[in-house]
């Protein structure tokens, strides 16, 4: 019988504990796995986000004009700018859309799907320039999770297709975020070198463009000689703001020497009103505008953006004040790890974002509550919000950044699924739009006042002026025949809250009126009720009134949510 030997302890090679901890360390490390799969195969991330951009953007394709009214108003601005350049501006927002417009239409003539098309374009470009602008400068996790997040975001695609300026300015905004990331990148004492001077033009540039698109975007140009400023970099400073002032100052001389007075908007005085709608309330008081800041802070941020992030029905109009401090707490928990890891692009479109939501709130009246006005900073507030968790998650291990995990993979899901849905929705109204019913998909009372507009094209005598509510759309489905528009009730009685016929009559003699178009629009978009859009029901009311033979019957359409077409007889 042989002896049994004892075992000797196995010793460890020398450095095998090492490569132990630090094989534990990896396997622990979630965040450093991903990092490494998204870098290596960046080119096909961008691939299948681009693709899904394009392919969600036809599947919620709408060659329809909205309700909205505006994107009609972009476009009958571009027709007026392609007929008349010299005698015409733009001033009921930034010019530079109609004028784009106008150019499309001066060649191609008014061509619905080809703008909408172009639309497209710009939204799934952004995506592109987005991508060029933040790889390497932010975490590949985060990058990917927001550039899929707009990808697949019904929000984002409905305006995709539409004639609204979002497109145009997200494409802009974005080729100005690439530029900032380059110009970032410059070293101190480079920048008066000779061939550093396109990279601040272009800058400049860009900057410029997205002020003449978007009032807002002077935000932007804030934001970056800020960050410019902190930091001491007062070369960058001096070349950003001279560049910016050589466009900017250019754009000027020209618009005041070929429009002169023509060319002075009025916005500014209808964003000092109480009510844009009926000046004699007054203007706002500083106390009404603190109101108004904080009103829109919770409208934007509480309701409109976490809609747009799927998380809430859009029917749900609550609003929150607790959540919409709380978003803001993270941002700027957010800046704190994002100045400590010198993030300067991070930065940067932190003080943008900032600066957007502030001078949003504060400008815009509280019942223009749209989520488009919103809707081209909320990827940069989810951004660094989520820069800030992945800063904290990044030390908590495997199962902390698990959870962080989830958490993204929700925000984009959550969009995903709301595209699908809305997607099979809108697929057989794209059918029968393209197939030749261009009034399919709205509701009964649009419908008829669509029709009528049409009708009031192809049997008016020549020289017609019809008064409508909605002109602008009427415009787009008359076949660019003009409509007078009527957004206000005409020399409204406080009293009565009425029109004074009289007053109705003299300005619709003066401006050429011939006509009256009123319809039975909905105020709720989704019910049938008894409340409906009565700007022009107040002003023709107290005329037939007073002077019953003053108005005559010449139109209806539709027996439910009827449209009327009257002949005005001075």
Known sequence: MKPTRKKQPVKPVKGQKGARSQAKKESRDLFESIESILSKNAVGFLVITLSLASLFGVLLFDVKISEGNDDALYIEGGYNYATNFTNYFFTANAPMYPMFLGLLISIFGINLILFKVISLLFFVGHIYFLFKAFSGKVPNLLLWAILLLVSVNSYFLYYASQTYTESMFVFLQALFIYQISKVIDIKPGESWKPERVKPFLLLGLFAFLI????????????????????????????????????????YEMIKAVMWGEMAKSGQADTLFLKDPYNAAKGKETLSGFVTRFFSNMDLYVSKRMFQILGFKDPENIDTSAFISWLVFGLMVLALYFIIKNRKKLLEFITYHTLAVCAITFIVLQTRWDQPRLVMIVVPFIVMVSLYGLYSIFKKTGWVGQFSYLIFISMIVVSSFL???????????????????????????????????????????????????RK?????????????????????????????????????FQREGVTHAMIANLR???????????????????PVARKYPDKLTLVKQIGDSEPAYLYKINY
């Open 211 to 250: 002020t003449w698109c978007k009032s807002v975007a002077l935000a932007g140009v804030m934001a970056l000689a800020f960050l410019f400023l902190v930091h001491g970099n007062w070369k960058k400073l001096v070349w950003f703001l001279s560049s910016f002032a050589l466009f900017k100052g250019g």
């Open 418 to 468: 709301v595209t699908t849905k809305k997607s099979a929705s809108n697929f057989p109204v794209l059918k029968k739009n393209l197939g030749g019913d261009v009034f399919h998909g709205y509701t009964n009372d649009w419908q008829n006042y669509l029709k009528m507009s049409r009708w009031c094209s192809e049997n008016l005598p020549e020289g017609s002026y019809v008064a409508a």
């Open 471 to 507: 002109a602008p759309m009427s415009f787009v489905y008359g076949n660019g025949m003009k409509f007078f528009p009527v957004y206000n009730v005409i020399a409204i009685d406080t009293t009565t809250n009425l029109a004074n016929p009289d007053s109705v009559l003299a300005t």
């Open 523 to 541: 105020r709720n978009p989704k019910q049938v009720t008894q409340f409906v859009i009565n700007t022009m029901h107040r002003t023709l009311q």
